[in-house]
């Protein structure tokens, strides 16, 4: 096991340095918390995950969550995950006073969560779902089922989980057919089945209180039918007990990774006995659910960036102790008499830790952006400034969930073969790192999914204006670079960059214009990356502009080798990254179609 799964200082410097935390904490909101007490809460995170989190991921890894008996088994940390976070407000962090929370801005408890991600990404969903279900009772339940339900969710003492995908349904949300049926009592009788249910059943709650999307009868077709019903595992019996609600544990899915993290199949009303009580109005349960997606795309965005980032702490620390090979001379040969060298000493180990870091760290910065434009669009009190940030968060969303997904799997890919044949290896970490990330491209809407929502949906955006939004805080940071002579010639091309991108979505946008909807999406996949990469280029421009100021003014927080340390990885980033939209600006530009369906079968 490695020694150390996250750089705490900068996490601290992006935190507070780069977003700009404490600014976020002037608003009426969060007025009783200050640096030093969220400080101090952090500190008590990472004690937390270094006990409890981080000495059982491989365990919970080679002992997996299973089914047995109509019930779910799971590693006893979980039980600590669920009591101990409700103790400690990892679940109610986000919550208002009222409903028993810390009122902590999304900013502190993205970065108080992805501490724990990276100890040990198995636990925190069970606490992270809980919180889901609770929250979305808080925002659009009634008196009863708030005092019912939240506040044993928010102890920990119950599980919480969201309920939408179906055998027949995956992403499909339209096609669902969980069904319930009104009676004169106020409750629904519901029927149905769900799949991949991220902690759906275990030992270690009492009760589990799935938020389940379902179709009432007789109600329309598509995603306009769909409600959102409250469906606990045991109902209250009205004498303050529970009795069984015809919920039941069909099976947990074995998966690849996160293989301590159960993910069941539920049935509801198999004996016609399942009771579900309606949130909100009928018919609008898509819609509720959707406006709790941001906070789960940016879970996503941020579990793997903490896997990226316990990789490349691995594989970092690996690469300093193990020798092998020799350096090569000035003459280009190797000296045989000359004793072995460590092997980040090579040129292409370093390449990979770099490309590592500037990954895992670039991907942790976006999550945090987001984060803060969360909390500003729900506690600034300008509505021109609320409508700014939350237009901006929109747009970024996507690539929040896709990047730190898809190039957090390319990332720790590279910290296996760092590690050479022991990283194909049991006995190291960086194989379970490597399968765990890998469904996170697939949590919360696929990458196919999130990069037609981008190109789709959220460019086009009242005409555009997210998009003149997010190039303007672009051009801001172009602005403060150029200011620095070593940072002026990067700043010109990121500036350049966004030339070649408006010229990208001049050209896929006049598809759209002419109707023709399939070939202006059939490449939204490659466009993700391209506009990925130009946004984390933004990003980590704004991580040296920092750095570089700190540096020149001498208000330093940090060592010096720290701050230059975060502007060689900004010159790495533009050096071997960037240079990447060049192609991908080709494949986006060019007139051939080859993936759009035809009368012919390409596919034999």
């Keep these: ?198 902690g759906g059943d275990h030992q270690y709650a009492d009760n589990f209180v799935h938020l389940v999307l379902a179709r009432i009868e007789g109600a329309s077709a598509g995603t306009k039918g769909i409600s959102l019903l409250v469906v606990p595992k045991n109902r209250p019996d009205g004498k303050g007990g529970l009795v069984s609600n015809d919920v039941t544990t069909v099976a947990d899915f074995q998966k690849l990774g996160q293989r301590g993290y159960c993910t069941t199949h539920l049935g509801f009303g198999d004996a016609d006995d399942c009771h579900g009580w309606l949130v909100g109005e009928a018919h609008q349960g898509l819609k509720y659910m959707f406006l709790m997606m941001n906070g789960a795309r940016i879970a996503v965005g941020r579990g793997a960036a903490a896997i990226a980032t316990a990789a490349y702490q691995a594989s970092l620390q690996y690469a300093k102790e193990r020798p092998q090979g020799r350096k090569l001379t000035s003459a280009g040969k190797k000296n045989p008499e000359q004793g072995q060298t460590l092997i980040i000493n090579h040129p292409d180990v370093r390449r990979m830790l770099l490309l590592q870091k500037v990954v895992a760290e670039g991907s942790l910065s976006l999550v945090l952006l987001a984060s803060r434009y969360l909390d500003l669009k729900d506690t600034l009190q300008d509505k021109a400034e609320k409508e700014k940030y939350a237009l901006l968060l929109e747009l970024i969303i996507p690539m929040v969930k896709t990047y730190p997904s898809e190039m957090g799997a390319e990332a720790v890919s590279n910290g296996v073969q760092v590690l050479g044949g022991y990283g194909f290896c049991s006995d190291f970490i960086l194989q379970q790192y490597l399968r765990d990330i890998r469904i996170f491209p697939i949590y919360e809407g696929t990458t196919g999914i999130q990069s037609q929502d981008l190109l789709g949906r959220k460019l086009l955006m009242e005409n555009g204006k997210a998009l003149e939004l997010l190039t303007a805080e672009i051009m801001q940071t172009i602005q403060n670079a150029s200011k620095y002579d070593d940072l002026r010639g990067y700043a010109t091309k990121l500036g350049e960059k966004l030339q070649l991108a408006q010229k990208v979505i001049g050209f896929l946008v006049g598809f759209a214009q002419k109707g023709d909807y399939e070939r202006f999406l059939s490449d939204a996949t490659p466009f993700m990356e391209f506009f990925s990469t130009i946004t984390l280029s933004w990003v980590w421009l704004d991580i040296a502009s920092h750095a570089k100021n700190a540096l020149v003014t001498g208000q330093k927080n940090y060592s010096e080798d720290f701050y230059e340390s975060k502007i060689h990885a900004m010159k790495f980033f533009f050096k071997y990254e960037l240079p990447k939209t060049n192609g991908l600006a080709e494949i986006l530009l060019d007139e051939e179609v080859l993936t759009i369906a035809g009368e012919k079968e390409l596919f034999n």
Excluded at 26 to 32: P, Y
Excluded at 123 to 137: D, N, V
Excluded at 158 to 180: F, H
């Design 1 to 198: 096991m490695a020694k150390e799964y996250i750089d705490l200082e900068t996490l601290k410097y992006l935190l507070y340095d780069v977003h700009q935390l404490e600014e976020v904490l002037q608003n009426d909101r969060f007025e009783d918390h200050d640096k030093e007490s969220l400080d101090m809460f952090l500190d008590s995170v990472k004690e937390f995950s270094d006990r409890e989190l981080f000495p059982y991921i491989k365990e919970m890894d080679e002992q997996p969550a299973y089914h047995k008996d109509g019930k779910v088994i799971v590693h006893k940390q979980v039980e600590v995950m669920m009591k101990k976070g409700g103790e400690m407000g990892l679940i109610s962090g986000t919550f208002d006073y009222d409903a028993g929370g810390l009122q902590l801005p999304m900013m502190m408890y993205t970065a108080s969560a992805f501490i724990q991600d990276a100890a040990n990404n198995h636990l925190p969903g069970y606490a992270g779902l809980t919180l889901g279900a609770a929250e979305l009772i808080v925002h659009f339940g009634n008196k009863d089922l708030n005092d019912t339900y939240v506040p044993n969710m928010l102890s920990g003492q119950w599980g919480g989980t969201m309920c939408l995908t179906e055998p027949q349904a995956g992403s499909s949300l339209s096609d669902v057919v969980t069904k319930a049926v009104p009676t004169k009592d106020g409750y629904y009788k519901v029927s149905g089945q769900k799949i991949f249910i991220s």
